[in-house]
């Protein structure tokens, strides 16, 4: 059985047909119209859908059904998205828009990260895992629950924004207006705007060298402890602890069998993962009596998303297929 | 159909005979002999269960089954209790050492803060609610979530150990040795050690006249504070913040439906539970778009556990039974 995963992006909007083992075999996308109004992006959406679908020999009947992923907050039960930052929807319900214009019995929607999350857990580097979190490090932190193949996203699916729990009482200030929250530590926006302080307070790090190719950026400090940098070292393990922290609040909540750490950084591989395994296993709540937990890279990259989309609507976990 | 609870404490065992309705109708109680070899204490809690069951004039066969709450390192599906801090057991397999004294076939455990939060959720606070996150203020935290009637532990039930997330990092020492925990800062604890630093550094702070009656406790600050005391006023708002900022975290990981707060300082009733509500709807990630959430003191006192312990052998969520 094929299904399709949707992933809106704020530059495209990417479609895949998906099978049971997770692989796409053929996908399209157009740009995304972020500012029109949103009947036009839903209909640039069922358009996308449809020539997938009709470039492959195949009509929405033949298909298990249709999954999204959209930016911002999502309403999965109700099937609408509430809110965008950067794409023009406000209380749209686009599950409900999709399956008319589509003639669509099976449509779903989540959240962008939670799907990721769906995807690497179902399919990517968390493959077999019972239960997982998966923790995407960009200029945002996005964070996804799955348990027994399915996300875990709390009442109206408000949940799984790990991104702004506190770790910092009264601490740095996030872009959402509070105060401490994990992502104004532990996001690749926080790990340069610590780069740049730990520069200005050391005109002799190699950081300087580094940065004048491309700018701050979320490689300098890693690039410069590599090279030896003590200052950059510094920037990073204190970076890594702080990813850590976030990480061990989750395990101390929920304990999954695996972490998936996902993003830019987490192409970092062994350099940000072995010292992450190091922290969380040293702090975690009574570590010595309870399951281990392992740490890994996403390995999906930019498809984690649409397979997990593609997952939303697949009729048992699977898991239970896989397995 | 009759369920027996039963409440293993530090000071007494507990047993109480619970319907489905959660309504106890007979209990028990025998000391806790805490040092003594596990096989003896687990022997105590069959002989108090035998002992409850013929004094109602049933056998194991007429219940439903026996649940337990027990303090420490639970793993609710082997039935064992890894560790605990002060009662005698280490990997003790008290589920299947209680079928053979006893002959039952239906045995569950769960962590004893689990247990409330179960008991408080389908019977008490939460009643009535689809999800619930239970935060329990005493000598530390306990914290229990429950997700359609059924407790969310993590894989090996190594989770809900939410006292030991961290809200302030790099900040207070806490008693499982790492820093910045909740529990450094929001149990009741905490309170006493944040009373006792206002009044040192206030020593004409009217809370030195109320501590002269029983020393610094919990209801210090709280006392002080009603009969105006401006520094006693700022160590509970504070204090609530700390509470606050917790369970704001746990609300931007799973949105409960509703908070419920137990332990002894949800005796102050409003005087915690208005600020608190305040605190949470105004820190929230994305309030204005998401489902609102309640915040409830604890109604069943003493006696959640025992209900909660006999709500983890009742088949359905009874919740499904109830509304």
Not at 289 to 312: Q, R
Request: charged share 20%.
């Amino acid at each position: 059985m094929y299904y399709v995963g949707v992933d809106i992006g704020g530059m495209s909007l990417k479609a895949g047909l998906v099978d049971e083992r997770g692989v796409i075999s053929a996908s399209k996308a157009v740009p995304t119209r972020a500012k029109a109004p949103s009947e036009e992006i839903v209909s640039d959406l069922a358009g996308l859908v449809a020539s997938l679908l009709e470039s492959e020999g195949l009509t929405v009947k033949d298909i298990g059904g249709i999954g999204i992923g959209s930016p911002g907050s999502v309403n999965d039960a109700a099937g609408t998205v509430r809110y965008s930052c950067n794409i023009n929807f406000r209380m749209t319900p686009i599950v409900a828009m999709l399956k008319e214009a589509l003639g669509a019995d099976r449509v779903a929607i989540s959240n962008d990260a939670n799907c990721a999350a769906l995807g690497e857990t179902l399919f990517g580097a968390g493959r077999g895992a019972k239960n997982s979190v998966t923790v995407t490090l960009g200029t945002g932190i996005g964070t996804g629950i799955v348990a027994d193949g399915r996300l875990v996203t709390g009442n109206g699916s408000a949940g799984a924004e790990g991104g702004h729990m506190c770790i910092a009482y009264g601490g740095e200030l996030c872009g959402c207006g509070k105060r401490g929250c994990y992502e104004a530590y532990a996001s690749v926006s926080a790990l340069i705007r610590q780069t740049e302080r730990a520069m200005e307070a050391h005109p002799e790090s190699l950081m300087h060298e580094i940065a004048k190719e491309e700018g701050v950026n979320g490689k300098t400090a890693f690039i410069a402890m590599k090279r030896g940098d003590k200052v950059a070292k510094e920037v990073v393990d204190t970076y890594i602890g702080y990813v850590g922290a976030g990480m061990v609040n989750f395990a101390n909540i929920f304990w999954p069998e695996v972490f998936i750490v996902g993003g830019a950084i987490s192409r970092e591989g062994d350099t940000l993962i072995l010292p992450l395994r190091e922290y969380i296993a040293a702090n975690i709540h009574s570590a010595a009596y309870n399951p281990p937990i392992e740490v890994v890279a996403a390995t999906l990259g930019g498809d984690a998303g649409i397979v997990g989309a593609a997952a939303l609507v697949m009729e048992r976990p699977p898991r239970a297929k896989l397995h």
